[in-house]
């Protein structure tokens, strides 16, 4: 089997990257023959000894997936494209992948057509796709490009084999949002470091009245370092005397500067550049009360380290940290994430004669291994071309030349799919030109059905393929894309005469009291007195809520 992710212990990263070096550890210490491809920056320096001993040991694999040489547009198709490679050179049995980023979408697409991987079964290992931090992180405006990733994100969730998410909150968050999941969809806790490792865990800590507050997690909103900052300015002179420390990275919205300056004059110290050892060794020191505030969680490693450190906390209610507490303890070590709530559980603690004990965990290494076992067994699903008696046209411009592979591929992938319209990507401009196929409300700002496709006859209307495939995916026609350039072109995809009839298209499909909204998001994209870097995220972001209005 194989892990794929950007973050993995020793080579980058501590979220992601924690779950994953763990989860592929304790699995490969049961037996499971385990490589990670490993798909972000490659270290700039040898892996820490550390972590290269603990793979050793269990016989975890780790291969680096190099960058390929090829330019992909869009720039995130490119790291799919390379792990697809990587992963063509000898498929395994089993890919557990990340969710953010999409990493493996070309292969899960490619597998679900019938066009390759088809003896591998692939699971989505859930951590918070970019709309879902998007969403908790309350901003308003995103990076480019990002809602395109969504839909990639989405479609690699809803085509696996099955999702392994940490919280039945994160679940319940992609259904409400309207993802049609796998009927394989699992909630399996994260596994501790002793699980992993086979190490014991380290001894619990000296029980001893509260010297010290430590704000644990990075700086930013979505952690509650505002509130948490409030709230302490709010403690009675008789409880203020508590020394308060910040351990977690700043972040460009939370420098230092700006925390200190709210907690002035208080004394406060910061630890901003400690590793996770180090850390833990601080928050361990007797007398000292972690506090975890964040607004939303999807399963946070702070929490996991410190129930099995038997590290003292308090922290918010959030429902993927509530999920991770036995329900005993709830009313004790948690709290509302605001400025109110904080400050009311710090008073709680802080006044008690005695000290504030451990929480204890509501999960089991032994049973999150026993859960990953059975996701692990269901061989991989098959998917065997079907017939169609309809009528189909394939549309290739006069400026379009084929691969000797074109109708073949489209063919099977119609087949196996039971598409209305089957596209592909395309050699453009010297670049691979790859689309999503169905790029939902994202479709009103830019081209991302394709141009060179199978379509079934009856469908077909004298119009360019960008306004003919948006009127028809707003009529409920079901619309692939594969991943594989299979033809060469040099027409543009997309211009600004066909933009103006996808407009139109969009507007009727629209309420006739909403139509505004539909020219609003590409004079949005184009408005000449706006920097493109504030207008094209905002634009994307109404074109995001548009589609609960089209669908």
Not at 60 to 68: F, I, L, N, S, T
Not at 135 to 157: C, M, Q
Not at 287 to 302: D, H, K
Not at 354 to 377: G, N, T
């Amino acid at each position: 089997m194989a892990f794929v992710a950007d973050e993995l212990l020793g080579y980058a990263g501590n979220g992601i990257g924690t779950t994953t070096t763990f989860v592929s550890l304790a699995l490969a210490r049961r037996g499971y023959d385990v490589q990670v491809l490993f798909v972000g920056t490659p270290p700039a320096k040898p892996v820490e000894a550390e972590w290269q001993r603990l793979y050793d040991d269990a016989g975890v694999r780790v291969r680096v997936v190099p960058r390929g040489r090829e330019h992909v547009q869009p720039s995130y198709f490119a790291r799919a494209r390379d792990v697809e490679a990587a992963l063509r050179e000898d498929p395994p049995d089993v890919v557990v992948v990340q969710d953010l980023g999409a990493l493996a979408y070309t292969a899960i697409r490619l597998r679900t057509l019938g066009l390759a991987f088809e003896q591998t079964s692939f699971v989505v290992f859930c951590h918070g796709t970019r709309q879902w931090i998007t969403d908790v992180s309350r901003k308003v405006r995103v990076l480019p490009g990002a809602h395109g990733v969504t839909v990639l994100e989405r479609a690699s969730i809803e085509l696996a084999d099955a999702v392994v998410s940490p919280s039945g909150y994160l679940v319940d968050w992609m259904r409400a949002e309207g993802w049609e999941l796998p009927a394989r969809t699992f909630v399996i806790p994260h596994v501790s470091r002793a699980g992993a490792t086979g190490d014991d865990a380290p001894p619990a800590p000296e029980l001893r009245a509260v010297e010290r507050v430590a704000f644990f997690g990075r700086l930013e909103d979505r952690k509650g370092i505002a509130p948490f900052a409030a709230a302490v300015n709010m403690l009675e002179p008789e409880l203020s005397d508590v020394a308060v420390e910040v351990i977690g990275r700043p972040t460009a919205a939370w420098p230092v500067e700006r925390v200190r300056a709210l907690l002035s004059p208080r004394r406060v110290t910061f630890e901003t550049s400690l590793d996770q050892h180090e850390a833990l060794d601080r928050l361990r020191r007797p007398g000292t009360l972690a506090v975890m505030p964040s607004f939303e969680e999807n399963s946070p490693n702070v929490i996991y380290e410190c129930l099995e450190n038997r590290i003292p906390f308090i922290a918010s209610n959030a429902r993927g940290i509530r999920e991770l507490v036995a329900p005993v303890d709830h009313d004790r070590v948690l709290f509302e994430p605001t400025a109110e709530g904080i400050a009311a559980a710090l008073r709680r603690v802080l006044s008690s004669e005695q000290p504030h004990a451990p929480a204890r965990p509501a999960f089991d290494d032994a049973e999150s291994l026993r859960r990953w076992d059975e996701v692990l067994a269901e061989p991989a699903r098959t998917f065997q071309p079907v017939s169609d008696d309809g009528e189909w046209t394939l549309l290739l411009g006069e400026r379009d030349v084929p691969e000797p592979r074109l109708a073949e591929t489209l063919e099977r992938a119609q087949r196996v799919s039971g598409a209305d319209v089957v596209t592909c990507g395309l050699f453009l401009d010297g670049k691979v030109q790859l689309f999503p196929g169905e790029p939902r409300a994202l479709g009103l700002l830019a081209n991302g059905y394709g141009t060179v496709a199978l379509v079934r006859s009856a469908l077909l209307e004298t119009e360019p393929p960008w306004p003919l495939f948006a009127r028809l995916s707003l009529s409920g026609a079901r619309i692939v894309s594969v991943p594989l350039p299979l033809a060469t072109s040099a027409a543009p995809a997309s211009t600004d005469d066909e933009a103006r009839l996808v407009l139109r298209h969009f507007e009727r499909a629209l309420p006739r009291h909403l139509r505004l909204l539909g020219e609003l998001v590409p004079r949005l994209a184009a408005a000449p007195d706006q920097p493109a870097v504030r207008r094209a995220p905002l634009a994307r972001r109404v074109a995001r809520r548009l589609l609960a209005l089209t669908r």
